[in-house]
């Protein structure tokens, strides 16, 4: 069965960068995609960007452009995501999902990660 | 961007009753592959989104077919033929047609 486990919560000082963690199974990992979504307290959800698996191409959101970088890693099946520069406002529980813009869109999702921006 | 609007912002249904979900796009969906690609999710708290619906009327795997989907354009529809215990959530409009993907602002369903 098509799973995606992401790594466990993290706190962080303004400024500082966290970079999570979204390993697959369950499936071929270089046939797909890899979205990123987040979700601020009481707030809806926020496309963060995505990259193939296939060969690495990103399109990340405008409002997290120059600040987010999207990987993957083929021999482990595995995607992250750093943002760097946080703030406050980037407190949020964030998101992987199993991307096929062929079909069934984002249609596998990660556990979420808190991330805590504090100081 | 695409800018998806939901309506309503909030749905207290009775168990058993039906409940409805517009969502509209600031533009066509229309991919140029001539697919639409708008999908429901559902969001339970504490829970990841949860797919029920893609591009437009399909369900996905395992999910119940209380839950249906229609629409076309710019103009697409939800609906939950009848509301259990556990259909309550926040349920998302969300467009992969175009570049960025983009959401609507959620629509709350509760229990009257």
């Known amino acids: 069965q098509v799973q995606l486990v992401q790594s466990g919560a993290e706190v962080k000082k303004p400024g500082a960068s966290v970079k999570v963690s979204c390993k697959a199974s369950?499936?071929?990992?270089?046939?797909?995609?890899i979205s990123w979504v987040r979700q601020a307290p009481g707030q809806g959800l926020e496309w963060m960007g995505w990259?193939?698996?296939?060969?690495?191409?990103?399109k990340y959101g405008q409002n997290f452009e120059g600040r987010v970088t999207m990987t993957t890693d083929t021999s482990t099946g595995t995607a992250y995501m750093e943002l760097r520069s946080l703030r406050s406002d980037d407190t949020a529980v964030y998101y992987c999902?199993?991307?096929?813009?062929?079909?069934?869109?984002?249609?596998?999702w990660g556990q979420g990660t808190l991330v805590t921006v504090s100081s | 961007d695409i800018v998806m609007t939901q309506t309503p912002l909030s749905s207290p249904v009775t168990l058993g009753q039906p409940a409805s979900i517009s969502c509209r796009s600031s533009?066509?969906?229309?991919?140029?592959?001539?697919?639409?690609?708008l999908s429901w999710l559902q969001k339970r708290p504490g829970q990841p989104p949860r797919l029920l619906i893609y591009?437009?009327?399909n369900r996905f795997s395992g999910v119940p077919d209380r839950f249906s989907g229609s629409g076309a354009g710019t103009d697409f529809t939800l609906k939950i033929s009848r509301v259990e215990a556990e259909d309550v959530g926040v349920y998302y409009c969300?467009?992969?047609?175009?570049?960025?993907?983009?959401f609507g602002g959620g629509t709350k369903v509760e229990i009257k």
């Open positions: 999902a199993r991307e096929d813009f062929d079909d069934s869109g984002s249609d596998y």
């Open positions: 369950g499936y071929t990992f270089t046939n797909y995609g």
């Open positions: 533009q066509s969906l229309v991919h140029s592959d001539g697919d639409t690609y």
């Open positions: 969300m467009q992969s047609s175009h570049f960025p993907l983009t």
């Open positions: 990259i193939s698996a296939y060969n690495g191409k990103t």
């Open positions: 591009k437009i009327s």
